[in-house]
């Protein structure tokens, strides 16, 4: 910069005016002298009194340069921006770059970063500058392009670039190319500083992370060993501890936790160290080293593996001395667990029975991986004690052989008969011997069980009979208790002891089918099939049934036509599961002739109607599948299926808009099945619908009053009181409106609902409260901001307004993100700030591509050019419009805006064009425009 002004000086001395080469090298020293403010003051004058002058520009650029330097970046880029078409042009784009790296602006930064020259001098800086933003803004991959292109100049800026980029690349993970550039990096500095240093420490972390260990410790001693006041010494010393410690090399560990002594991670190295003796089974080394850090850290993940290490050197004493420092901590489950473990080890059942005390009131806070050894060390400490009630309780609480067995004990030591006898029963497999009249009395007490409906305790009788012996008599009565349980896995493993094999497959058949295990019932089935016996006619009528469950549609009306040829009855049954077969393959002429066969069978025609009715439907005969439907509601209205029926009917007059007669059929069910709530709510919202596209909303009220008082579901009332306030507000019968919103219980979409009607009505301050509601609704207070920020606009009051809406842009997520940035611009565009107002509508269309503003926000852009004088920047968005937003309700203003441009322009083809489009949208428009077309004119 100083070069530069000393020439432009005396390059032209000859031509300026009497004083500004004397003020301008008054300035000059100014600047030298860092007198910035003072420069600004002169530089101004200059501009204003020799605006003539050849070093006009010359002054500009050092103004534009000295509000750069004192920050004022808003003046610094308004000078710059006039320097854009002089010889500072270069100068200009630099600091214009500078300025929009300042303030964050990605795109203007890029813009002007291009306009500089490749061969200008400011080229590779501004390449640095650049890959810095970019990587500021983890912009990572844009950010190594622009350090790799500044690295080809090889100038001043080429070792910082390069080390730039090697932490860029490290930031991007590629540990590889890190590693290679910082190496570059390192062989060209001359200077250790902390930049070596620090390019030391990532080509450890770089190794570090491609596991070459070896290369990543000599870079960490580097670092140890040359820049012991270096920010990366400290945490190189722990990276080489923490290699140490993965490559077992304890004795290294050791020194490193001793450099670590005094520095932010002693901690850290200690707990290494600490735990490379833990895993060295050196629990004595291990508790010391745990016992300082807890000590000096209050680190009481320490403090538990220092009680860990006690335990395992068995120092019970110790352990029980510092196991109080685990209570109600992270580790409060481990401090009851090993409280009761040491206690149990020492012998001091009494001991754990005062904890017990503790424990039960916390037992809901326990773990369940601890409870059961806990349990069971109280139940033992109990049992010793001779406490037999508390030995009880906590046995009880187990489901271990050793329990029941205590259990068993106590109740002999209480001389408790039933008690043991229940318990006996449990326990019986160990100790029963007697033979002679086992088979009776099982099966006495099994049937006295089953008679009583207590299948629990015939089930466990006959289970344990079977443990001992195998009896078929008693496999059939337990199957039989197992069904009647619905334990259907269990009766599985005991029909393999079944010795009839086709009663066996039956049973297995019939139990697969209870499983919903169709596979293995069919296989079964049809071993029932291939030879005549007891099963095979039943065995048929379930694999017809088990195949059509299965989904195998085809083979089950195989077996139909199978069984029709072999049987003669059950024709009802077959024809059903026919024609429901044909149906589920969507074979529908087909199932068609299997339906209208069973026409014939008179208790069966409302059945065939509805499946008739119902076939049309899915193939979109809409016509034939309401004729069968009303037939049934017609001729059987005390049918099972006149309801689905009459449904179905209301459903598809009301998608076909024949209101009348959905009306009709709607009044009909409400009438006949108004308890019927599942089909109730939609026939409510149907007929309730019907009168608001009718225009009676009064009538939509009656029925949604019917329907509220039939559903409990939250989210139809509030869809239905929404509808009807939605409707009374477009009446403007906003009382009307609000009457409706107070049955709802208070909530943010009430409160939005009453802030808009209130506002509407005038009532600002009663609005306001309604908004101000909803922004403390931590799930919808961007809403409420948005509603706040639109009312504030609405009152002219912009300032206040942005606020709102910025506070919107502060969610990460939120659906009206990309409508409050469109009223930002709507704020501006009031306020004749165009610029903001482009900036903002432009925003929506380049961040929000999916937003259904972008065709008004697109015609904003436009607008505000042509409002800020910049019509051929307007012109460019309004045909930008044209091409992409034909079906916008907008076209019309756009093309009106290209026909008048075309006729300002004598380009009448063009305007003959959008004006035929114009009055074919817009006859009204006609006479505004023909007089530019009649003859002697646009066709002349």
């Known amino acids: 910069m100083k070069k530069m002004v000393i020439a432009l000086l005396l390059g032209t001395s000859l031509t300026t005016f009497a ?37 006009y520009d010359s002054a500009l650029n050092l103004l534009g340069y000295n509000y750069y330097i004192v920050g004022d970046y808003k003046k610094s880029e308004e000078i710059f921006l006039q320097l854009l078409n002089t010889n500072y042009k270069e ?44 990587y500021s803004l983890g912009s990572l991959k844009e950010a190594e392009t622009y350090y790799s292109r500044a690295i080809k100049y090889s100038d001043k800026y080429y070792n910082n670039s390069l080390l730039n980029l090697g932490l860029t690349y490290f930031g991007e993970k590629e540990y590889i190319k890190t590693a290679a550039v910082l190496e570059e990096y390192i062989s060209e500095v001359r200077i250790k500083d902390d930049n070596l240093a620090k390019a030391y420490f990532f080509l450890g972390l770089a190794n570090e992370k491609l596991k070459d260990y070896e290369s990543a410790i000599k870079y960490y001693k580097n670092i140890e060993l040359e820049f012991r006041n270096s920010e990366y010494y400290v945490q190189s010393i722990y990276s080489l501890e923490k290699l140490s410690y993965a490559l077992d090399k304890d004795t290294e560990i050791l020194i490193y936790a001793k450099k670590l002594e005094n520095t932010k991670l002693e901690k850290d190295g200690l ?93 809901y806070k326990i773990n369940k991986d601890y409870k059961k050894d806990i349990f069971n060390m109280i139940a033992e400490a109990a049992y010793n004690l001779k406490n037999y009630e508390m030995a009880k309780q906590y046995y009880a609480k187990l489901n271990t052989p050793n329990a029941i067995y205590r259990l068993i004990t106590i109740a002999y030591i209480q001389e408790d008969v039933e008690e043991m006898e229940t318990l006996f029963e449990d326990y019986k497999k160990n100790y029963d011997k007697d033979i002679t009249k086992k088979l009776d009395i099982y099966s006495l007490m099994g049937n006295l069980y089953a008679e009583q409906s207590e299948n629990k305790k015939a089930e466990i009788l006959y289970k344990e009979f079977l443990k001992k012996e195998k009896n078929e008599i008693i496999i059939n009565n337990l199957i039989t208790v197992l069904f009647d349980e619905r334990k259907y896995e269990q009766a599985l493993i005991y029909i393999k002891d079944i010795k009839n094999e086709n009663k066996k497959s039956w049973l297995n058949a019939v139990t697969f089918m209870a499983l919903h295990n169709y596979k293995p019932a069919a296989i079964e089935l049809k071993k029932l099939i291939l030879k005549d ?39 009802v049954y077959i024809i059903k599961k026919k024609g429901s077969s044909y149906f589920k393959l969507k074979d529908y002429s087909k199932a068609i002739e299997i339906y209208e066969k069973l026409k014939g069978y008179k208790d069966e025609k409302p059945f065939a109607f509805f499946m008739l009715a119902e076939i049309y439907y899915n193939s979109e005969n809409y016509q034939l599948a309401e004729k069968n439907y009303e037939y049934i509601v017609l001729n059987y209205p005390n049918s099972k299926y006149s309801k689905e029926s009459l449904y179905w009917l209301t459903s598809l007059m009301y998608s076909d808009k024949r209101y009348k007669e959905a009306l009709s059929y709607g009044k009909l069910f409400i009438k006949k099945y108004s308890k019927d709530k599942a089909y109730l709510e939609d026939v409510l919202f149907y007929i309730g619908n019907i009168y608001i596209e009718n225009g009676d909303v009064s009538g939509a009220e009656a029925e949604f009053s019917k329907l509220l008082n ?20 477009k009446n403007g019968e906003y009382e ?115 937003s259904s503003l972008q065709d008004i926000a697109t015609l904003k852009t436009a607008e505000n050019y042509e409002k800020s004088g910049n019509l051929d920047r307007a012109l460019k968005f309004y045909q930008e419009f044209y091409d992409n937003y034909k079906n916008s309700k907008y076209i019309n ?32 428009k006609k006479n505004e425009y023909k007089k530019f077309f009649e003859t002697g004119g646009a066709n002349k």
């Open 19 to 55: 004083n500004d080469i004397d003020d301008m090298d008054y300035i000059y020293k100014l600047y030298q002298n860092k007198m910035n403010k003072e420069a600004i003051l002169e530089l101004n004058k200059f501009v204003n009194r020799y605006s003539n002058s050849k070093l």
């Open 91 to 134: 100068e200009a784009y630099y600091y214009l770059m500078n300025i929009y790296i300042k303030w964050d602006n990605k795109e203007l930064a890029t813009f002007y970063y291009e306009k500089i020259h490749n061969d200008s001098k400011l080229k590779s800086k501004s390449m640095f500058l650049m890959g810095n933003f970019m």
């Open 271 to 363: 707990i290494l160290l600490s735990e490379m003796y833990y895993n060295s089974k050196k629990y004595k080394e291990s508790a010391k080293y745990y016992n300082k850090i807890f000590q000096k850290y209050k680190d009481i993940g320490a403090g538990y593996k220092l009680i860990l290490s006690y335990l395992k050197l068995k120092d019970y004493d110790n352990a029980l001395i510092n196991i109080n420092i685990l209570k109600n901590t992270k580790y409060n489950n481990e401090y009851y667990y090993y409280s009761i473990y040491i206690y149990y080890n020492k012998k001091e059942y009494k001991e754990i029975l005062n904890l017990e005390k503790e424990i039960k009131k916390e037992e």
């Open 533 to 571: 016996n007891k099963y095979t006619k039943r065995a048929y009528l379930k694999l017809i049934e088990v195949l059509f469950n299965e989904n195998k549609f085809e083979e089950s009306i195989k077996y139909c036509d199978m069984y029709t040829k072999k049987y003669n009855d059950n024709e």
């Open 710 to 729: 039939v559903t409990n579901k939250e989210e139809v009332k509030i869809n239905l009181i929404d509808i009807l306030v939605r409707s009374y507000y």
């Open 736 to 850: 009307k409106a609000l009457k409706w919103l107070e049955k709802l219980k208070d909530s943010s979409f009430k409160s939005i609902w009453l802030g808009v009607i209130y506002e509407k009505q005038g009532n600002k301050e009663k609005a306001l409260k309604e908004y101000q509601k909803v922004t403390k609704d931590v799930k919808n207070a961007d809403k409420g901001f948005f509603y706040m920020g639109s009312f504030y606009l609405n009152n002219k009051q912009y300032n206040v307004a942005r606020v709102y809406f910025n506070k919107v842009l502060d969610y990460r997520i939120s659906e009206y993100k990309d409508k409050s940035i469109f009223k930002i611009g709507i704020s501006f565009e009031e306020e004749g700030n165009y610029k903001a107002a482009i900036t903002a509508f432009l925003r929506i269309k380049l961040v929000y591509s999916n």
């Open 893 to 924: 203003v756009v093309v009106e805006r290209l026909l008048i441009n075309s006729l300002k322009n004598k380009d009448l083809k063009k305007a003959k064009k959008y004006y035929d489009e114009l009055i074919k949208n817009m006859p009204q």
